[in-house]
């Protein structure tokens, strides 16, 4: 059963050979790939007008100069990366940059950064996403939890169908996302070039202001670079392209670059243009539609996509999560279970433990992951800076054709990187600490992790040709509870492996049941040695494993092996489990992991 | 170091044979097995007003008449309960009595409503007095479910250690809020005889009430009649008492109808005399000992005994529960599990189900378990109903010495129980109506159990004498994944199973890679035949079971028994196991629940 519904969720198993099916055009993959930074043009804006209102109104004409910042910051990432594609076309971004470049621990402080925030962007876009539905839907707000959780098992599913299929699904609303903001700003701009949206009164370019500091335009810069968390993505997911993997792979993240520059200038400019006052309530995206359209169609059709791409934002974190787990995996810094493609060719451990974290974010934050932005900008730009200042020693130890010029454009991203990482800690220490705390700890996990597999791959390898000692013979065990057809069907396999060496063994919890039995057991089984045991603590487990202790400290002596058989019905369906008491799993796992003996199982199957 | 954390938390096991030892006396009985009763009067009589104040203060007198109609129904159950615990000494009260007298569905009805009421006593209890806490310290509020469910787990704890120990802790809080109301009513009757207190104007005894109804009256009689939940309690707990455990449990009940008596009229009684108004901020009895004591010490002594035993009422609940369970348990109509005592002598797993359960529901309501509460005490009077019924069939059909008085006094019970059932269901339906849901849902599950346990003992039952036949002899199935020592080990003990019957085999992901383990594989084990299978779909489980059914095909033709041996390496410590593919322990459950082979594990432990 649970198969079928595995089956209908997810779709019927891929062939490995259908790999190259999986791939991702441009089209697609600059849908899936690039939501996390487009949805940032619905905050990214705002964030720097959050800033500036603390001086006063008068101050939103540094929105503009901001904004030109944060563009040229824009560009030397876009080129940077573009970079980074070709000279890394397995992808693996920030973390193989750092890691071929820098070393490994740098390589770490990347993917260790970047895996947690992808964690992060799920939670922090879902969040936002579903507040942005029940805002329009207040009846609903108390369910906000809920929902986002229920947009994230959506999205986990999606992404275990595979990468084609959530690209098909999801390339719809970031289109029409874009299409709606291009409306905006078009007639936006057009509406204020004929007249027709009166200008408001709003500071010219330049107006001194009181009590502006540098300190609050770094802050204004360092909010409205969050806007650019996620240009990484594409770098991470070249392998998920069509091939010439790396071409496209630049050409969608230039294409991106364009599109995330016109949506950004164009939001800025008119926010400042129509003096929008950010406000608590109301979006400065929404207070721009309502401006321009009024309540029309094409005001909740721009709502619907935000609240829409919102959400999707989170699918960069599905597509950049699991390939990145896959090179820490394959150097053997986290569980090799992430490199494990899953029936649809996705790698889905990564996929499910990703939902999964994100879900208990969601739920340890109440839904109010909005505390978590800053965080997460942090947990981006240090890997940018990271991966840009690799690639700087990269050229400068190759030195190929024209690296003068690569170095500029990586160098100049990395100080710039820097710098804003550096804002964040000066402006935002509050909200950004817990970096400097999780960072350190991830990377002493993933270094004893590794330093574990390299032990067991030492221990498992065979070095020496030398035979091991064969063994002499067999003593076996057999637990049994009463007299019944398991306990028969056991013993009668028992003495197939070694006629003369079977022990029954019978643990009581009363004297008088245990001279019954015994009487009982001589007429049942005359040939078959019955130990019995008495328990005064109710417990099977602990004088079984002294019994077991005993008899393997003697076979052990004469090269012999223990076998302990445990005998087991096997319900017909599998709720009848929970009707039986499952000690034969733990005596199972108890001898398995404590004591070097052998445990089989000889199944019974129950035919009603 | 779990099962020191368990020792801690629990203490050391006790042995069997000190079960006597952890019986209880009446001083402690009446502690643990009445709270839930006693702490009743703390909202009891706040209920009969707040229907009553619907019409309007003047009918505030009709709480008099409502009081006593609530005594004469606490004296009929008192005294019908007492027979009960006469004529069924081993406990169980209203499912065994009901099942014994009225038949097997009347039993079950009466076991299942209150099996899913002590798990609401407990959410409801634990619930309410967490309010009664939060609304002291409001900072707190927020934290109500948190905080609630600490309460539930400190309960399951302290249940776990066993009965005696737990009865000594909450017997202090359970006296001292007996004593707290003892003082307050006390006082208050003083201060009114001598004209203290200023009598309040209140409409006198018999004062005609524009728009009362006998809807409103049953309806705040039936509201009264919740403060008599709990009381069953002792009955169905009598194999805990110290012997003779029928007379010191109908000593106890008595004392507790008296208690219960007292306290409840002295309440009634004070708020009508002082003109107390129900209201949503403070609670009935806090205003009565505002007006008696002023905010001075006593008045926050009687907030903080009250507060307290509305969360020990939820112990009634853990005293009840599991000895509910191993009735239902024994006639095998709950999981068996139910029957088995723990470390400490207690049902355990009764225990932690409770807890478990009602963890749940505080989780599901949010710490607003108030709406439960209708629910509940349906819950309660649908067993009173129909154990008093089972002993009004007994006394007929029995007819024992002074049998009529018997049979009047449990007809009068069951006859007064039937009446607030139906009352509930009039009024208050819309509140009620889910038990008529639940009910039937649960007592199919009870017989569904129940067949499954018959038909299991059917087929385990060695009814002829007949011998099985032996096994010809093993073949050995071996899954490998590589050239290591752990397979070494296991293919060493195959070998000294059966020599000429082992198989290894390994599934392959691509063509290429079978080759190269075959060579590998002639030049390592040239005497073990290897078969290579490949898969298409990444599953090693499918191919390998494909392969299990083909040769167990052949081995059964000639009465083989086929053994597939998974080499497994054990790593040092538990959380490594995490870093590790567990797909051995996924194709064991496969093989074992899905194809009639034995399955055995040879432990390869690890040293570092």
């Known amino acids: 059963m649970l198969s079928s519904i595995k089956r209908f969720l997810i779709g019927r198993p891929l062939k490995s050979t259908a790999l190259g099916d999986q791939k991702l055009n441009k089209t697609k993959a600059l849908a899936i790939l690039s939501s996390d930074a487009l949805s940032s043009v619905a905050y990214g804006p705002e964030q720097i007008l959050i800033v500036l209102i603390t001086v006063g109104a008068a101050?939103?004409?540094?929105?503009?100069?901001?904004?030109?910042?944060?563009?040229?910051?824009?560009?030397?990432?876009?080129?940077?990366?573009?970079?980074?594609?070709?000279?890394?076309?397995?992808?693996?971004?920030?973390?193989?940059?750092?890691?071929?470049?820098?070393?490994?621990?740098?390589?770490?402080?990347?993917?260790?950064s970047l895996l947690v925030d992808y964690i992060l962007t799920v939670a922090v876009s879902v969040s936002a996403g579903t507040d942005a539905i029940t805002s329009a839907f207040p009846s609903l707000h108390s369910y906000n939890v809920v929902i986002a959780i229920i947009f994230v098992i959506l999205l986990t599913i999606l992404n275990l169908r595979?990468?084609?299929?959530?690209?098909?699904?999801?390339?719809?609303?970031?289109?029409?996302?874009?299409?709606?903001?291009?409306?905006?700003?078009?007639?936006?701009?057009?509406?204020?070039?004929?007249?027709?949206?009166?200008?408001?009164?709003?500071?010219?370019?330049?107006?001194?202001?009181?009590?502006?500091?540098?300190?609050?335009?770094?802050?204004?810069?360092?909010?409205?670079?969050?806007?650019?968390?996620?240009?990484e993505a594409i770098s991470n997911a070249i392998p998920n392209f069509k091939n010439p993997a790396p071409n496209n792979a630049a050409k969608t993240l230039i294409a991106m670059g364009?599109?995330?520059?016109?949506?950004?200038?164009?939001?800025?400019?008119?926010?400042?243009?129509?003096?929008?006052?950010?406000?608590?309530?109301?979006?400065?995206?929404?207070?721009?539609?309502?401006?321009?359209?009024?309540?029309?169609?094409?005001?909740?059709?721009?709502?619907?996509?935000?609240?829409l791409i919102l959400i999707l934002a989170a699918n960069t974190g599905y597509s950049a999560f699991p390939l990145l787990a896959v090179n820490l995996a394959k150097d053997k810094f986290i569980p090799r279970a992430f490199t494990i493609r899953g029936d649809r060719l996705g790698y889905s451990n990564g996929i499910i433990i990703l939902g999964l974290a994100s879900i208990i974010l969601i739920i340890a934050f109440g839904g109010h992951t909005e505390n978590l932005i800053p965080l997460y900008a942090v947990g981006v730009f240090i890997p940018f800076t990271l991966s840009q200042t690799g690639m700087i020693v990269k050229w400068i130890r190759e030195k190929p054709k024209g690296?003068?010029?690569?170095?500029?454009?990586?160098?100049?991203?990395?100080?710039?990187?820097?710098?804003?990482?550096?804002?964040?800690?000066?402006?935002?220490?509050?909200?950004?600490?817990?970096?400097?705390?999780?960072?350190?700890?991830?990377?002493?996990?993933?270094?004893?992790?590794?330093?574990?597999?390299?032990?067991?791959?030492?221990?498992?390898?065979?070095?020496?040709?030398?035979p091991i000692l064969p063994i002499e013979g067999n003593i076996i065990i057999v637990p049994v509870a009463g007299i019944t057809?398991?306990?028969?069907?056991?013993?009668?396999?028992?003495?197939?492996?070694?006629?003369?060496?079977?022990?029954?063994?019978?643990?009581?919890?009363?004297?008088?049941?245990?001279?019954?039995?015994?009487?009982?057991?001589?007429?049942?089984?005359?040939?078959?040695?019955?130990?019995?045991?008495?328990?005064y603590y109710r417990s099977i487990i602990q004088p079984l494993t002294k019994f077991v202790d005993t008899v393997e400290h003697k076979a052990r002596e004469s090269n012999y092996k223990v076998t302990v058989i445990i005998p087991q019905f096997i319900p017909k369906k599998g709720w009848?489990?929970?009707?039986?008491n499952q000690s034969s799993l733990l005596i199972k796992a108890y001898l398995l992991y404590r004591r070097n003996v052998v445990v089989a199982t000889v199944p019974y199957h129950l035919k009603k």
């Not at 973390?95 to 621990?105: A, E, F, P, T």
């Not at 001194?208 to 335009?217: D, E, H, R, T, Y």
């Not at 057809?485 to 245990?514: G, P, T």
């Open 59 to 112: 101050a939103f004409w540094y929105s503009i100069p901001i904004a030109i910042g944060v563009l040229i910051l824009l560009m030397a990432l876009i080129l940077s990366y573009r970079q980074i594609i070709f000279a890394y076309p397995h992808g693996g971004g920030a973390y193989v940059v750092s890691k071929n470049n820098l070393g490994v621990n740098p390589g770490l402080i990347a993917g260790g």
């Open 162 to 231: 595979g990468v084609t299929e959530s690209a098909s699904v999801l390339a719809y609303p970031v289109y029409l996302f874009v299409l709606a903001l291009f409306i905006l700003i078009g007639v936006g701009v057009y509406k204020i070039l004929t007249g027709e949206v009166s200008p408001d009164l709003h500071a010219s370019i330049g107006t001194p202001v009181a009590g502006i500091s540098l300190f609050i335009l770094l802050r204004a810069f360092a909010s409205g670079s969050s806007a650019l968390t996620g240009v």
């Open 258 to 307: 364009s599109l995330l520059a016109v949506l950004f200038t164009g939001i800025v400019f008119l926010a400042y243009y129509l003096s929008i006052v950010p406000s608590a309530e109301v979006t400065v995206v929404s207070q721009i539609a309502e401006e321009i359209f009024g309540r029309s169609f094409m005001y909740f059709f721009i709502q619907g996509t935000t609240a």
């Open 403 to 466: 690296w003068m010029m690569k170095l500029t454009i990586n160098s100049i991203g990395a100080l710039i990187s820097f710098i804003v990482t550096m804002i964040f800690f000066l402006t935002k220490f509050t909200q950004v600490w817990a970096v400097l705390i999780f960072l350190p700890i991830i990377i002493v996990i993933f270094h004893r992790i590794r330093k574990h597999y390299e032990a067991v791959g030492d221990q498992l390898r065979i070095t020496t040709c030398e």
């Open 485 to 535: 057809h398991v306990v028969e069907n056991s013993l009668n396999y028992a003495k197939s492996l070694s006629a003369h060496q079977v022990i029954a063994v019978y643990v009581s919890f009363e004297r008088e049941d245990e001279k019954k039995f015994e009487e009982k057991w001589k007429k049942w089984q005359p040939d078959v040695r019955l130990v019995t045991l008495n328990s």
């Open 576 to 580: 009848h489990n929970i009707l039986h």
